[in-house]
C-alpha cells in the first residue's frame, strides 16, 4: 500500500474499512484460488495483499480501541 493510499486508508470510517476488507479478501481468495489451477504472473501480488488484509484489520482494531 503506497503512502498517499495509506493516508486515505488511515481516514476512513470503521464500516469503509469493513467494507474495503471484505473486498481484498475476496480479491485475495480469488488470486490464490487461480494460483492453485495455473501460475499467476505475480505471485508476490498474493503476499501484497494479505499484509494489506493484515494493515486493515489492524486498524479495525485501533478505532475500535479509541472509540471505547
Known amino acids: 500500500m503506497k503512502s ?8 476512513m470510517t470503521e464500516a469503509e474499512l469493513s467494507v474495503k476488507l471484505s473486498q481484498l479478501q475476496d480479491k485475495l481468495f480469488r488470486l490464490k484460488f487461480r494460483h492453485q489451477t495455473a501460475p499467476v504472473k505475480n505471485p508476490l501480488e498474493i503476499r501484497g495483499l494479505r499484509r494489506d488484509v493484515a494493515r486493515i484489520k489492524t486498524l479495525i482494531n485501533q478505532k475500535r480501541k479509541e472509540s471505547k
Open 4 to 11: 498517499k493510499n495509506w493516508n486515505e486508508t488511515k481516514n
